[in-house]
């Protein structure tokens, strides 16, 4: 555990009588952390905290590592009580803000962002499919119903003037979309993640991929002239095996979140695990590398939990 987590767990009066018998203020607290698709980088990033927060923070009972269907179905959780900290999608994450009152308890609030996804339109790479309006008419997996992927691909192809009835349109979460392309099933699938992903990664090692530029047609634009949101950004060549040119694309951020009510203390301590053991985060996947102090703040229209924000003001001096 950090030394400022003791210090201030020391404070607390009785828990600090727990602490000098050796253990730990937070032994008590049994942490249920919602990621996503167990190919996906929530779930390889919330397993490695889980191992970090029981170690640093003297957990009695490791953390429960849940799979999900992604930002949807996590957000859903946070504010059903049955998960505790959750990854979301920026996009998501502002529309589920827009259903709760001030002062409830089970608001979200977040203890950081932690990377960006980039969106992906994955397609073999001989595909006639270039820009978006290609997809029209065409099998295509538009991500899992639960999903952030789901969301945000209706709204790309919204900008693109399609619907999900423009397409053959399929609802499947990751492993079965990288298998139904892989088997020639499906044209092309939605998917919303840290680069790389290693479902991804997997399948451009077994077959030629291309992604879809997004720039294309314009779509990019008319995306962040309705949802801002959203950010451009670009998957640089070799990005994936196969991919010889950078491909441009959209970015969404990526916050950890908690209910409002969660106490300062916990709160405070889960953020200052995230960035002490950012390098052991990073060796299990690489999206961890982005984990920045001052960018981890950036979570509007989120707010920051009162224990982040105190954890930040306290890093700065």
């Given at each position: 555990m950090g030394r400022r987590t003791l210090l201030r767990a020391a404070a607390l009066g009785p828990?600090?009588?727990?602490?000098?018998?050796?253990?730990?203020?937070?032994?008590?607290?049994?942490?249920?952390?919602?990621?996503g698709s167990r190919q996906g980088v929530y779930f390889a990033l919330g397993s490695a905290l889980a191992g970090a927060w029981r170690d640093e923070l003297g957990l009695a009972v490791p953390p429960e590592v849940i799979g999900t269907a992604g930002s949807a179905e996590n957000m859903d959780r946070l504010?059903?009580?049955s998960a505790d900290v959750v990854f979301s999608q920026v996009d998501v994450a502002a529309e589920r803000l827009t259903r709760v009152g001030a002062g409830d308890p089970g608001a979200p609030r977040a203890l950081a962002r932690v990377y960006d996804d980039?969106?992906?339109?994955?397609?073999?790479?001989?595909?006639?499919?270039?820009?978006?309006?290609?997809?029209?008419?065409r099998r295509v997996s538009v991500g899992e119903a639960g999903s952030g992927v789901i969301v945000v691909s209706e709204r790309?192809?919204?900008a693109a003037g399609l619907t999900f009835a423009d397409l053959q349109a399929e609802r499947l979460g990751l492993v079965d979309s990288v298998e139904a392309v892989a088997q020639g099933r499906i044209d092309a699938f939605f998917w919303s993640g840290g680069l790389p992903t290693?479902?991804?990664?997997?399948?451009?090692?077994?077959?030629?991929?291309?992604l879809v530029d997004l720039a294309e047609g314009g779509v990019l634009a008319a995306l962040r002239d309705r949802y801002p949101v959203y950010a451009p950004g670009t998957v640089p060549a070799r990005g994936y095996a196969q991919l010889a040119e950078p491909v441009t694309t959209l970015l969404g951020r990526n916050f950890l979140l908690v209910r409002?009510?969660?106490?300062?203390?916990?709160?405070?301590?889960?953020?200052?695990?995230?960035?002490?053991?950012?390098?052991?985060?990073a060796a299990v996947t690489a999206s961890a590398l982005t984990i920045d102090l001052r960018a981890a703040i950036g979570t509007q229209p989120v707010a920051l939990?009162?224990?982040?924000?105190?954890?930040?003001r306290e890093e700065r001096g």
């Open positions: 828990l600090g009588a727990a602490l000098a018998g050796c253990a730990s203020p937070f032994a008590g607290v049994a942490l249920r952390i919602a990621t504010a059903a009580g980039v969106l992906h339109l994955v397609v073999p790479a001989g595909s006639p499919i270039v820009a978006v309006p290609d997809l029209r008419g790309v192809l919204g290693p479902a991804v990664a997997g399948l451009a090692e077994r077959m030629p991929i291309r409002a009510g969660m106490p300062d203390d916990l709160a405070a301590g889960l953020v200052e695990v995230l960035f002490q053991e950012r390098e052991g985060l939990h009162p224990g982040a924000l105190r954890y930040y």
